[in-house]
């Protein structure tokens, strides 16, 4: 059983900032790429930005240049830190890992429960 857990969301006025975590537990053998989403209401889940194993990274453009994501690869955490926030960044964050289980090179798609960011004007 493989489990994401977010922390970190909340509600911050226009210009502001939040850090976001994700932790992955349970029977993890290897974790690749990890990510994060998000969906506002009434709109489709979209990505944010991934980082793989190795560190490297790839950003929506309307986030590059103000969230930055990183990771902690003996934690299995993933962080998003989201500077200058703006009222269209209020959407639930997903995280997101490919994750293998076993020494079977097979990663399987995991998702967290979802955080909500609030930005007000």
């Known amino acids: 059983q493989v489990q994401l857990v977010e922390s970190g969301g909340g509600l911050v006025q226009a210009g502001g900032s939040l850090r976001l975590s994700c932790a992955a537990s349970?029977?993890?053998?290897?974790?690749?790429?990890m990510g994060w989403y998000r969906q506002a209401p009434g709109k489709q889940r979209e990505a944010v930005t991934i980082?793989?194993?190795?560190?490297?990274?790839n950003y929506a453009d309307s986030v590059k240049g103000r969230f930055t994501v990183s990771r902690d690869n003996a934690k299995n955490t993933v962080y998003l830190q989201m500077n200058s926030l703006k009222p269209e960044d209020t959407a639930v964050y997903y995280c997101?890992?490919?994750?293998?289980?076993?020494?079977?090179?097979?990663?399987?798609?995991?998702w967290g429960q979802g955080t909500q960011v609030t930005v007000s004007s």
């Open positions: 349970g029977s993890i053998f290897s974790i690749g790429a």
């Open positions: 997101n890992a490919k994750i293998r289980i076993s020494a079977i090179p097979t990663s399987n798609n995991y």
């Open positions: 980082i793989t194993s190795g560190g490297t990274t």
